[in-house]
């Protein structure tokens, strides 16, 4: 069986407007690997049109002024996330994610899901308590073509669907989810943050910004940045550079190289370009711990163990990122600093430990 994170979903195919038929696959969950770069641009061809995934359908025509009309209804900071799951793996973590964001910009914060999968009868129902509440969230299917059109990502795309692009090994829905947070920031300007990512303080100050993963040791220099966390303003030149970088050099074998990675090799030469104007922001804004230290922030208080991190987090940091990849399948367990830190600035904050 996949893994959540492997488990990406494809939309309704036979009636795309009757949202309230649960696929019971995802088509581009495994693509293929020991195959010819030919034969794995005919399969995702196949499963492109099949799924329909990124052509403008009935559902997703109106997308600019669906999000225009929303955006416009005195937002004061707009924040975007992306979801290509189906909707019931929507799960309480995620749900622990998108509280902890609307509290934190509970005066005039606006989340938008980009999610065809969200945007639907059962995505609706995941989100219904927040709304209920007052909360302003919009799940909207994005428009692939549009969002993409008049950047570079625009003629990626179109290589893509002409079977011109070798898809390689890591899900494509992953690579499109990396594209798309950029032009969505491109195009309305914003903040983006990973659906793993616990937020404990208002972000709206933080413009043009990126933040560091990780730095030397010895040096105190930075090493790695992050796409997990990005704050730009509409039409923002490194946003562009980004999709140049992703349409010029894409590369659909290595994890990360489109996103992570993609930010850490365009942040090297674009410090030294004057016509970038960004911040950088320290590791302990949004990843205050290593991903190989964050399970023991799962797990109960232990007299013997390392450092109670609750107060530094929850006093210095903008949030923490879960690392979905690696803790996925761990517990919260009782009296954690992950556990607190949730409890602090959830909402609803409905069974939040798991032992």
């Known amino acids: 069986m996949p ?41 995702l061809k196949e499963k492109l049109q099949e799924s329909k995934l990124v052509k403008s359908t009935s559902k997703t ?33 995620e749900m622990f994610v998108l509280e902890s964001i609307l509290k934190a910009h509970h005066d005039g914060g606006c989340v938008v899901i980009l999610s065809r999968t969200m945007d639907s009868n059962p995505g609706r129902a995941v989100l219904q308590p927040v709304l209920d509440r007052g909360y302003r969230v919009l799940a909207l299917a994005p428009d ?32 499109l989810s990396n594209l798309l947070r950029l032009a969505v920031l491109y195009k309305y300007g914003g903040v983006y943050f990973d659906n793993d990512m616990v937020i404990l303080k208002d972000v709206s100050k933080l413009r ?5 993963q990780s730095v030397d040791r010895k040096t105190g220099t930075w090493r790695t940045m992050s796409n997990a966390m990005l704050s730009f303003d509409k039409g923002h030149p490194l946003l562009w550079r980004f999709m140049e970088e992703f349409a010029w050099n894409f590369d659909g074998f290595k994890w990360g190289f489109n996103g992570p990675n993609l930010a850490t090799r365009v942040v090297s030469k674009a410090l030294n370009d004057s016509k970038y104007q960004f ?25 013997n163990g390392p450092k109670d991190k609750f107060g530094e987090i929850n006093g210095e940091s903008y949030g923490i990122h879960l690392w979905n990849r690696q803790t996925q399948s761990l517990k919260i367990q009782n009296k954690s600093v992950i556990g607190r830190l949730i409890s602090k600035h959830c909402i609803i904050c409905q069974n939040i430990y798991d032992s």
Do not use: M
Not at 20 to 39: L, M, Q, R
């Open 208 to 212: 043009n910004t990126i933040g560091i």
């Open 279 to 303: 911040n950088l922001i320290a590791p302990i804004a949004f990843f205050p711990i290593d991903w190989k230290k964050i399970p023991q922030l799962f797990e109960k208080p232990n007299k």
């Open 144 to 175: 692939y073509q549009y969002l993409f059109s008049d950047t570079p990502g625009q003629g990626w795309l179109e290589r893509l669907n002409a079977g011109e692009v070798d898809p390689g090994t890591v899900p494509i829905t992953l690579n």
């Open 61 to 93: 025509q109106n997308f600019e002024e669906k999000i225009q009309g929303f955006l416009g209804n005195n937002c004061k900071v707009k924040i975007f996330l992306t979801w290509i799951f189906h909707a019931n793996l929507f799960g309480k973590r």
């Open 3 to 43: 893994t959540k994170n492997e488990k990406i979903i494809e939309e309704e195919i036979i009636e795309e407007d009757d949202d309230n038929i649960i696929p019971s696959y995802d088509v581009f969950a495994n693509p293929p690997s020991n195959c010819t770069k030919e034969e794995r641009i005919i399969w």
